[in-house]
């Protein structure tokens, strides 16, 4: 009686730490792709950032006489801004509240809602009342990117360019780990006074087209544990019923010689 508990007790707790295991996800990105063809797909489409309170813009006017604007491209430290490597000053010009830029010389200029390329001409056209021919330059300073969880650098990125999609925003923070959960990653993004939540699919190619593909400013990009990584952080737990496991096994078995 005590060999057939000592069997069931055994192969209950087999099971146990079988199914707490799992099997791992895949780790190879677009898996869905057929590597012997090759296949075109529509790209997602980019419209440029809009500009909105509280960005900051580096705005620099250039003409052929560098002094002439000098007072101009002498930008402020207009924020700070969490990095990898810790708190530094960003430099430019923040929006305010209303959608509005003060620059030297120009005074205020509303440039909420538009795109850098917009906002470029409508900073040239005022800069033209004081200065012949001018160039104009127009940058978000503070495009910044949020990537938590399972990858190897989880941090807030400031990108160097405002077109970005999420294999960028990955591949700053180092990858993902071989534990992070490549086909249910989540996509956080402001809109207005709500928060939408995305789940994007990185053994998709479907990824390519999606509206989701390009990032926005301060997306936050969560990288989800896979199974294999929660049966990791469960060892301490498996030890304990295996170690419990085998002192119930010898008990059962003593007993059972008497």
Request: proline letters at 4%; aromatic letters at 6%; hydrophobic letters at 45%.
């Amino acid at each position: 009686m005590f060999k057939r508990l000592g069997v069931l007790v055994i192969l209950f707790f087999s099971i146990v730490l079988s199914s707490s295991c799992g099997k791992t996800q895949k780790t190879v990105y677009f898996s869905d792709l057929d590597s012997s063809k090759v296949r075109q797909l529509n790209a997602a489409a980019f419209n440029g950032q809009l500009i909105q309170p509280d960005d900051i813009l580096n705005i620099t006017i250039q003409t052929v006489d560098p002094a002439a604007t000098t007072v101009v491209n002498q930008t402020p430290a207009a924020a700070s801004s969490g990095a990898s490597d810790g708190i530094s000053a960003i430099n430019g010009f923040l929006v305010d509240e209303d959608g509005n830029v003060e620059v030297p010389v120009l005074g205020v200029v509303k440039l909420s809602g538009m795109t850098t390329t917009k906002a470029r001409g409508v900073i040239r056209s005022i800069a033209a009342r004081y200065y012949k021919n001018p160039t104009v330059q127009v940058r978000f300073s503070n495009f910044k990117i949020t990537v938590l969880g399972e990858v190897n650098k989880p941090a807030s990125y400031t990108m160097p360019n405002e077109k970005v999609t999420v294999l960028d925003a990955i591949a700053f923070a180092g990858d993902l780990t071989i534990y992070g959960k490549r086909d249910n990653i989540l996509l956080i993004r402001d809109n207005g006074d709500k928060k939408d939540v995305i789940r994007i699919n990185l053994n998709s190619s479907d990824l390519i087209s999606s509206p989701y593909f390009n990032l926005k400013q301060n997306d936050v990009i969560y990288v989800e544990p896979n199974k294999a990584r929660i049966a990791v952080n469960s060892a301490p737990t498996r030890q304990l019923i295996t170690m419990t496991l085998s002192i119930v096994a010898v008990v059962i078995t003593i007993l059972s010689r008497f």
